[in-house]
Structures are given as structure tokens and as C-alpha cells.
Nanobody
Framework: QVQLVESGGGLVQAGASLRLSCAAS????????MGWFRQAPGKEREFVGN????????YYADSVKGRFTISRDNAKTTLYLQMNSLKPEDTAVYYC???????????????WGQGTQVTVSS
């Protein structure tokens, strides 16, 4: 089992940037894929993107492509989500999670963090 703790959320204005962090512990991550999801009030959890930990290759949902970047720091076992050009519709609780394969389906992710709130005002 991997323990995940997100941080870095906050309240920003439209057009601003934020960087979320997800600190992982408990297992080595080289065999994992790690994803970012978000959930807005009254909506289903939405896939944002994911990364293959071993290679650093990342994949993004169309809604964030070109604005968000996922990266990881092997030494710190920390996952990042750099969010630029934020929009009010990006407002949500953001979660990181682990999976054993490339997937955008939340049900295939096993370990989850507690989430961090991102609010973007217009």
C-alpha cells in the first residue's frame, strides 16, 4: 500500500498558476502509474492525467492539455501537478492515486490521497 498526501491547493484568480504536490511513501514507485483526478461539487470524479513513474511519460485529459503538466521527483518520491492558466471550471478537490497500469478509470486506482481544494475565482 502507498500512502499519499496532497498539498498546494488554494484560492486563486483566473489565469493564475498553482502547483500541487503529492508525497508518496510506503513502497517504491517504479512499477506504478500515478494519476491526478478532480471532483467538483455535484459532479463525478474526473481524470486529469497520469504518469508512468519509471519513465516520466505523462498523458492528459483534453480539458487540461497544454495547461497542466505532471512530473515527479524520484528522490523525493513526490508527484506534481503544475497548473497554469487556471479557469473557474478547474475548481475542484484534486486527488492523486496509484494504479498498476495505464488507465484513466478511477476504479482502477487503488491508493488515494485525501485531496486538496483548488478554487479559481473569475
Amino acid at each position: 500500500q502507498v500512502q499519499l498526501v496532497e498539498s498546494g491547493g488554494g484560492l486563486v484568480q483566473a489565469g493564475a498558476s498553482l502547483r500541487l504536490s503529492c508525497a508518496a511513501s510506503g513502497r517504491t514507485l517504479n512499477s506504478y502509474f500515478m494519476g491526478w483526478f478532480r471532483q467538483a461539487p455535484g459532479k463525478e470524479r474526473e481524470f486529469v492525467g497520469n504518469i508512468r513513474w519509471s519513465s516520466g511519460s505523462a498523458y492528459y485529459a483534453d480539458s487540461v492539455k497544454g495547461r497542466f503538466t505532471i512530473s515527479r521527483d524520484n528522490a523525493k518520491t513526490t508527484l506534481y501537478l503544475q497548473m497554469n492558466s487556471l479557469k473557474p471550471e478547474d475548481t475542484a478537490v484534486y486527488y492523486c492515486a496509484t494504479a498498476s497500469r495505464w488507465t484513466h478509470l478511477s476504479r482502477e486506482y487503488g491508493d488515494w490521497g485525501q485531496g486538496t481544494q483548488v478554487t479559481v475565482s473569475s
